[in-house]
């Protein structure tokens, strides 16, 4: 069985920073991919920022402010929020592609969510 588990959400200010992490795991023999995805209520889920073996790209809402990194060896992943602002409150996603131990193929799997909430 495979888990994400996200972490780091929270409230914060305008202009502040946070910091999410998601670790993966279980029976897991490889990492395709990795990813953040947010929502807000009635609309749909949304790519923030992926990170694979070609690089990370971003949605240009975040471009600039938000940095994706990768630990493999942990398999965990980070998205470093700077500049936050209040159309940036969501719940955040991960979301991971890999292949489970003994797997043919590689499976999508998602993280429970965390809320980020930005407010003065």
């Known amino acids: 069985q495979v888990q994400l588990v996200e972490s780091g959400g929270g409230l914060v200010q305008p202009g502040g920073s946070l910091r999410l992490s998601c670790v993966a795991s279980?029976?897991?023999?490889?990492?395709?991919?990795m990813a953040w995805y947010r929502q807000i209520p009635g609309k749909e889920r949304e790519l923030v920022a992926g990170i694979s073996g070609t690089g990370a790209n971003y949605a240009d809402s975040v471009k600039g402010r938000f940095t994706i990194s990768r630990d493999n060896a942990k398999n965990t992943v980070y998205l470093q929020m700077n500049s936050l602002k209040p159309e940036d409150t969501a719940v955040y996603y991960c979301?991971?592609?890999?292949?489970?131990?003994?797997?043919?193929?590689?499976?999508?799997?998602w993280g429970q969510g965390t809320q980020v909430t930005v407010s003065s």
């Open positions: 279980g029976s897991i023999s490889n990492i395709n991919s």
């Open positions: 979301h991971a592609q890999l292949r489970r131990n003994f797997a043919g193929r590689c499976e999508d799997y």
